[in-house]
């Protein structure tokens, strides 16, 4: 592992433990065994630091989104396949997850770009433009739909990361509760 991972491993570990304010820069470059310079070399900020680091994530939960929706076709499919995906990241990485909950209720988020925002949502918003093109699911702000899968995903994450079910039955949770969420969303 290069010094750069090094740091963003470290930087992460600390972040979700210790939080954003609470965590000097000091301490990520001590704990990853690396001199201050050096992290300031890779990071000239704390606040670059932790952008960097949201973004990796959110490439990688992305990436691996990706690679399972190649597989499916129907709108729905692809909703569900979107739902699903996000929730088997999430649990299976709780850390990085954890990070981009922190981030996303953090001032940082505001010093994204309107446009890396835009771009990270812009194929689920797509997605759901789709979905009310094909009269698969109410005509309602496809803003306010990602607001209603984030925030579920968020909360069903929460619920299977605070007991220990066995993989049979996270997978029944996840698909009851895409069942509801389908519910709340397809057209009658």
């Known amino acids: 592992m290069d010094k750069r991972e090094k740091l963003l491993q470290t930087a992460l570990q600390l972040f979700v ?3 954003f304010n609470d965590t000097p820069t000091s301490k990520i470059a001590k704990e990853a065994g690396i001199a201050t310079g050096t992290l300031f070399y890779f990071f000239p900020t704390k606040d670059e630091l932790i952008i960097s680091l949201y973004l990796k ?7 691996s989104i990706h690679v399972a929706l190649a597989e499916v076709v129907s709108t729905k499919e692809v909703i569900k396949t979107y739902y699903t995906e996000s929730l088997r990241w999430s649990l299976n990485n709780p850390n990085e997850f954890l990070f981009l909950a ?8 505001k010093r994204i770009g309107a446009d890396e925002v835009s771009a990270q949502i812009a194929p689920v918003l797509q997605l759901f433009r789709m979905a009310i093109g094909e009269q698969q699911i109410v005509d309602i702000d496809v803003n306010l739909l990602y607001a209603l899968i984030s925030n579920q995903v968020f909360g069903v994450n929460q619920y299977l990361s605070s007991s220990k079910f066995n993989k ?3 997978n029944k949770i996840i698909e009851d ?8 969303i397809q057209r009658r």
């Open 168 to 170: 049979k039955t996270q």
């Open 177 to 184: 509760t895409f069942s509801m969420f389908w519910r709340m």
């Open 102 to 109: 922190q981030f996303s209720n953090s001032p940082y988020l």
């Open 57 to 63: 994530l959110k490439g990688q939960a992305a990436e």
């Open 17 to 19: 433990s210790q939080g």
